[in-house]
């Protein structure tokens, strides 16, 4: 009867979780992040066949999108404070989804249709479906980016219960889930692409994101039910942002005489000049709102790791390419990063429960530190392809671009270098979550959406940087040299939170 009454009550208590929000978000999650993974890599993919097998429409593609959010990251989270949690995550849910199902139609038909279609206008109509996709593609990562804080930064928070344990747990398991879709969602789009075609990549790609439409929109629902605290936003913002709510503590004494004076001025303003210095307005006081927090420090940091060129991106794997890295090694290299990720959130949690939250951070950054040393000693180890001469213009146009595969005198350089690149994971994420638990305990609910909006706009801005730092740079005897600056970059990054760490040691000892 005992053993009967304890799986009876094993059942019920695995019932109860799967119907609890916690198990929900994380399979809501699970589906926006295997979405988002897969369509990132398919687009990419699908920009190069467009055109030719050429990089143009690609890194147009990046620019957009990294423009767009450093230009729109204040204003997207403002729209989050200022609306219901349950609006704003169905709103960017179906406005993400359907932008991805209409640019899969888009490019279905474009790809059936690809003579004929550049054959009308003199070419000009595949030019407006080229817009039109990357425009869409643009859309859905706005509003993936909107998704992100109002699920990731804000309702989480709320879920727990502010439990900071509780928290870090949910934190650490929703990275664990993004870095196993990291893996699988683009070799599972990547698999249907290779055996069928680019057209059945596209249906794929539309059929998954209709059912995680509904699903997601179930869970979400579901979960803004039974968690009644979603419902509730601070009294003072409940239908006003935090930019608002300051403006208004402006003077309101205002003589009759100035304000029938402002009313003319603003009739003589057209009405889009006068939405347009809002919106300006409201991009300003966003930085403001971040810089003024006590955890800017820390987030400006983490924002300076994504100017490096040590990831697993496109550039570093066109590198390995061309030091005679076959494209099966870099798969395994690239499983190999994601489980160095995974016991960083392992190594997260523990630090934090024994060392606490800030001193995690600390820890995490020297860990980074130290395994980010093989890659400076790659550039003058055996096999390096460094040559500083390159740097002079007589001689940068007798040296060949990143093509090739040809084998080094030596792996020892790129040993290393693979070596650093894969440990150093392990306290970058250990890192990440770190800052991303401090945002989310130190930023008051009211500036919650905005702050976090500001800080995806920093880290867009640094990693616009890494990019420009490859176009001066473009040669692989170049990349030694970027090597360095990444790793400079990646210091002056923790160096900020070791002052932000101190800063805080300082003041009166608090639980963290």
């Known amino acids: 009867r005992n053993k009967s009454f304890e799986t009876l009550y094993l059942i019920g208590s695995a019932l109860i979780y799967l119907k609890g929000p916690e198990f929900l978000i994380y399979v809501s999650g699970a589906l926006s992040m295997w979405g988002d993974r897969m369509w990132h890599f398919a687009i990419s993919v699908f920009l190069i066949e467009l055109y030719g097998h050429n990089l143009l429409l690609t ?46 139609i888009v490019l279905m038909l474009v790809f059936s249709y690809k003579k004929r279609i550049e054959e009308i206008w003199d070419g000009w109509l595949t030019v407006v479906c080229y817009t039109v996709v990357i425009v869409l593609a643009n859309v859905a990562n706005l509003a993936s980016t909107a998704l992100t804080i109002a699920i990731q930064r804000d309702w989480i928070v709320v879920i727990t219960g ?5 928290l870090a747990g949910m934190n650490a398991t929703m990275r664990r889930i993004d870095q196993v879709t990291n893996i699988l969602a683009p070799l599972a789009v990547g698999q249907v692409m290779t055996l069928s075609s680019n057209v059945v990549g596209c249906g794929f790609i539309l059929g998954c994101n209709l059912v995680s439409l509904i699903v997601e929109f179930i869970f979400l629902s579901r979960v803004y039910r039974i968690v009644p605290a979603l419902s509730i936003k601070p009294p003072a913002m409940e239908h006003q942002s935090y930019l608002e709510k300051k403006r208004e503590r402006k003077p309101a004494a205002i003589s009759e005489e100035n304000t029938s004076m402002h009313l003319q001025e603003i009739s003589r303003t057209p009405v889009c000049l006068h939405r347009l210095r809002g919106l300006l307005s409201t ?16 987030g400006l940091g983490l924002a300076f790791l994504y100017t490096t060129v040590l990831g697993f991106d496109c550039i570093t794997t066109s590198y390995a390419y061309t030091q005679g890295i076959s494209g099966s090694l870099l798969s395994i290299l690239m499983g190999m990063s994601a489980v160095a990720g995974l016991l960083g959130t392992v190594l997260f949690t523990k630090l934090r429960k024994t060392c606490g939250l800030v001193n995690t951070g600390v820890i995490s950054s020297c860990l980074h530190l130290v395994c980010l040393l093989l890659c400076l000693c790659s550039v003058f180890a055996p096999g390096s392809p460094l040559d500083l001469s390159v740097l ?14 040809t084998e080094p005198e030596s792996y020892i350089s790129i040993i290393l270098l693979f070596l650093g690149v894969i440990t ?16 989310q305990e130190t930023i008051c609910e009211s500036e919650r959406g905005v702050v976090n909006g500001v800080q995806s706009s920093m880290n867009y801005l640094m990693d616009l940087l890494h990019f420009i730092m490859v176009i001066s740079a473009p040669q692989p005897q170049h990349f030694g040299i970027l090597v360095i600056i990444s790793i400079l970059f990646i210091f002056t990054g923790h160096t900020m939170y070791f002052l932000y ?3 805080v040691k300082k003041k009166p000892c608090t639980n963290t």
């Open 59 to 104: 890194g147009i593609f990046g620019l957009v999108v990294a423009g767009s959010v450093l230009l729109l990251g204040a204003l997207i989270g403002d729209w989050v404070d200022r609306n219901p949690r349950n609006k704003v995550a169905h709103a960017s849910l179906f406005i993400q989804n359907i932008s991805v199902t209409v640019c899969s």
């Open 162 to 166: 502010y439990n900071r344990g509780h």
């Open 283 to 298: 991009c300003r006081e966003g930085w403001r709102a971040y810089y003024r927090q006590p955890v800017f420090l820390a």
């Open 392 to 405: 002079n213009i007589k001689n940068a146009s007798d040296v060949g671009g990143m093509t090739g595969g």
């Open 424 to 439: 150093a994971r392990v306290g970058l994420w250990s890192f990440d979550l770190t800052v991303t638990q401090l945002l």
């Open 501 to 503: 760490a101190r800063k």
